[in-house]
């Protein structure tokens, strides 16, 4: 069996069950208990300001 054989048998049976359980446990991540308010924040980033602009120096990096 060449090599390229064997690395395509790999990927179509082992590969695919490893790349599909990523997915799951991507999946589950996501809908953890306790990541609403991780999620929420984020969400928000863009209307944070939305009242009155940030200060100028908000995010200016100081200088030493």
């Not at 054989?5 to 208990?33: H, K």
């Amino acid at each position: 069996m060449d090599f390229y054989s064997l690395l395509r048998e790999f990927a179509d049976s082992w590969m695919l069950l490893v790349l599909f359980g990523f997915f799951v446990g991507v999946i589950f991540w996501v809908f953890r208990p306790g990541s609403r308010k991780t999620y929420a924040d984020t969400a928000m980033i863009p209307f944070r300001n939305e009242q009155a602009p940030a200060p100028a120096d908000a995010n200016a990096t100081k200088e030493a």
